[in-house]
């Protein structure tokens, strides 16, 4: 991984490269996905100060990724099986599947999938390991719901989500994993946690990985904010210690948008 200064305004430096990821969730048909993405490409294409990362869904993913092939847009996938193993898992599409279709990452314990989809903690765990051993990046998303921060829970479930979704993990291999911190009440509504509030949280997250995985990994873990980033408030996210990135989703749908959010230090 190439490094990158960040200078935060405390002058405190960190060496970890920001991630724009965006999540297009269940959005676009085939040749829409094609055409955001080609629209992305220039858009991007001097932005090494940071990694990109768009999330097609995944019948656009073999095509999505072999038109960026070349370029410095990775794809990800939104979710994957918790195996590698070909086996009767009728609708399930492996990690390893998933790399040969030309990804890099895939998202992993997104809040719509816990809700939704019955995704737990152990799952998240269990298609970590099997998104790594097949060579992904795994972004895992962790986050608490509105009625949690309103009785002060956030950070228990924060922290248990983490020890729980990273357990097993070595330090090697966390390396190669991302946390998005997601607050549920945040997501789509248009309600962004404050700078401060995703500070706290983030701060909170990488205690959590000191304690599990020791403080060398952890500050080198790059701990991603999501939750209604927009162009407008993406460079105050980005200017506290902890921020090192984001995981975008309504904006992240159209090119422009997500360009200027990848862009946030010249706009
Ligand atoms: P949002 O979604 O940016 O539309 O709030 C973020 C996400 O769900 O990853």
Aim: proline share 3%; glycine share 10%; aromatic share 6%.
């Amino acid at each position: 991984m190439s490094l990158w200064l960040k200078y935060t305004p405390d002058f405190k430096i960190t060496m970890r490269k920001p991630v724009i990821a965006g999540n297009w969730k269940m959005y676009k048909l085939l040749g829409e996905a094609v055409d955001t993405a080609l629209e992305l490409k220039p858009l991007v294409a001097n932005a090494n100060h940071c990694e990109v990362v768009i999330a097609p869904v995944f019948t656009a993913l073999k095509t999505v990724a072999a038109r960026l092939d070349g370029s410095n847009i990775k794809v990800a996938a939104q979710n994957c099986a918790s195996q590698n193993e070909f086996g009767a898992h009728t609708g399930e599409i492996s990690p390893a599947m998933l790399r040969d279709a030309g990804c890099s990452h895939v998202i992993i314990g997104h809040s719509e999938r816990r809700q939704f989809y019955g995704e737990t903690d152990a799952s998240v765990n269990q298609k970590s390991k099997a998104a790594l051993s097949a060579g992904l990046v795994a972004i895992v998303c962790v986050g608490e719901m509105l009625a949690e921060r309103e009785v002060g829970n956030a950070e228990t479930v924060v922290k248990g989500q983490l020890v729980k979704g990273l357990d097993g993990l070595t330090v090697g291999d966390m390396e190669r994993i991302i946390i998005a911190y997601e607050p549920v009440w945040a997501i789509g509504t248009g309600k962004t946690a404050t700078p401060e509030q995703a500070q706290e949280m983030h701060g909170h997250i990488r205690q959590t990985v000191a304690g599990t995985h020791g403080k060398e990994i952890a500050d080198k873990t790059r701990i991603l904010y999501g939750g209604s980033v927009k162009p407008d408030n993406i460079a105050t996210l980005m200017s506290q210690p902890d921020v090192d990135g984001a995981l975008v989703g309504g904006a992240s749908l159209e090119a422009a948008s997500f360009a200027q959010i990848v862009n946030y230090e010249r706009t």
